[in-house]
């Protein structure tokens, strides 16, 4: 797994991931260890109080500049998810056993 060392490689890190074409290797870790990286740091005592606290009530308040950067991150990983362009490199998830392709209705 790779190591973030500084908020600004954080931050490079993350935004980057905006527009990563989806991707796994043959050992089905490269997804998760960049969801671990993200949420690790996003869970960290020091950043915590600069977040909005989860609410499943639809009102979401922006109290500061990390909440503010999360949320639109969110939005904007959201949209290219949703795009085709994001699963460019589909051909990983087959070399990978631990994908079970064999198992998904490809649309």
């Not at 980057?16 to 989806?22: D, E, N």
């Not at 990286?37 to 979401?60: E, H």
Request: aromatic share 12%.
């Amino acid at each position: 797994m790779q190591t973030v060392k500084s908020l600004n490689e954080y931050l490079e890190k993350s935004m980057k991931w905006i527009y990563w074409v989806l991707k796994e290797t043959v050992e089905g870790r490269d997804i998760y260890d960049h969801i671990c990286i993200f949420c690790y740091t996003t869970n960290q005592s020091i950043v915590k109080p600069l977040q909005d606290p989860t609410k499943s009530a639809a009102i979401i308040i922006k109290n500061s500049w990390l909440a503010d950067l999360l949320h639109t991150y969110a939005d904007e990983l959201g949209k290219w998810l949703h795009s085709p362009e994001s699963i460019g490199a589909i051909e990983t998830f087959w070399k990978s056993p631990l994908c079970n392709m064999n198992q998904y209705i490809e649309p």
